[in-house]
């Protein structure tokens, strides 16, 4: 009887084991540059795709190098969406021609970027209402600032560029990924919402960062980021003292970090201001969780 019931065990696991896989083989394949990619296209994609980051958790986009194991799993996917992150620079024609039947998607597309660690050039056409599009090699120009996916508006047009993708892939589930479109758009509206209600009174206040990555959150509410580091590097001895003079005179006293960069220069400028350092980072997971805390923080530190 034992051998009876353990042989019934092993059936019904093998069953349940070629299920899962077959349950995952009728995913579509997809990756993604970055992290906070991932979370938009599970939002539009949900139970239909198998998303994958290249960028992994903790490093930088600036500097990644994809691992040979990621190199050899995009020979089964069907979609690479791209964002402009410097790090494609160098491997983004390699990762085409890993798998040349993959569709390449440039996600900022439609997107009038910003200088890296300046203001938009064109406010009037900022946010959801952009008309004027980027296509072609705005994603490899190094002075452009890529971070577009820390604005809840700009975030909406890549949703859209990552459906229209969705549905050539897979036209089966065409009106499902709309419908998750839709629903995910309004998530983003209420999000949108709600920072500008957090950070309500704010406008025109300054806050410092090591590294501006929140060029496009700023110009969304009405803020502008003072950056530490120049062009990518820790400033010298006259710049930094000339930081610490511009944190004086805007009243800071919280310089933001993120966990990919050193923390040298900032910890530096905060014991010269009498302030502290804050984490804040723009490439954590749960993008929707990420903005409302990193607000929250915007709003403790702007007084």
Partial sequence: MNRTFFNFLSIICMLFGFASTAAADDKLPVFVSIVPQKFFVQQIGKDLVDVQAMVQPGASPATYEPKPRQMAALSKAKIYFSIGVPFENVW?????????????????????????????????HAGKDQEEKHHGDDHEHAGLDPHIWLSPPLVEVQARTITTALQTADPAHRDLYDANFRDFVGRIDQLDNELRQTLAGKSGMSFMVFHPAWGYFAHAYGLRQLPV???????????????????????????????????????????????????????????????????????????
């Fill in 229 to 303: 580091e120049v062009e990518g590097k820790d400033p010298k001895p006259a710049q930094l003292q000339a930081l610490i003079e511009n944190a004086r005179e805007h009243d800071i006293r919280v310089v933001f970090v993120q966990p990919q960069f050193s923390t040298k220069s900032a910890e530096l400028i905060a014991r010269e201001i009498g302030g502290q350092v804050v984490a804040a980072n723009p490439l954590a997971e749960d993008w929707m969780a990420n903005l409302r805390q990193v607000a929250d923080k915007f709003k403790a530190a702007l007084k």
């Fill in 92 to 124: 983004l024609n390699k990762i085409a021609a890993a798998n040349p039947q993959m569709s390449l998607v440039h996600t900022d597309d439609g997107i009038e970027k910003i200088a890296m660690g300046g203001h938009h050039h064109h406010d009037d």
